[in-house]
Nanobody
Framework: QVQLVESGGGLVQPGGSLRLSCAASGFTWSNYAMAWYRQAPGKERELVASITSDGGIRNYADSVKGRFAISRDDAKNTVYLQMNSLKPEDTAVYFC?????????????WGQGTQVTVSS
């Protein structure tokens, strides 16, 4: 059974930091690129950051460059999103996503989401 379990969301003041975690199980971790998406109320889901299966390439949305950092721990099958200098416009539900790069299996998986609220 495939699981992507996000954690680390919450309420934070502007300028603060949070670290999101996504623990994966049930698929071949090393074959999958990982990413974080977010969706604010009334808006479409957007890609925030991604990292390739070998961790060699990371990409970020322009709106978070220099503030967010994505990483993966292959020993723990976990992907992280370190979020610094948070702004109210970062408020959204953040989703973990796995996309198959190699091998066989489902093309992608989604987590259930974790709420991030940036407010004073």
């Amino acid at each position: 059974q495939v699981q992507l379990v996000e954690s680390g969301g919450g309420l934070v003041q502007p300028g603060g930091s949070l670290r999101l975690s996504c623990a994966a199980s049930g698929f071949t971790w090393s074959n999958y690129a990982m990413a974080w998406y977010r969706q604010a109320p009334g808006k479409e889901r957007e890609l925030v950051a991604s990292i390739t299966s070998d961790g060699g390439i990371r990409n970020y949305a322009d709106s978070v460059k220099g503030r967010f950092a994505i990483s993966r721990d292959d020993a723990k099958n976990t992907v992280y999103l370190q979020m610094n200098s948070l702004k109210p416009e970062d408020t959204a539900v953040y989703f973990c996503h796995a996309r198959r790069q190699y091998g066989v299996g489902a093309s992608n998986y989604w987590g259930q989401g974790t709420q991030v609220t940036v407010s004073s």
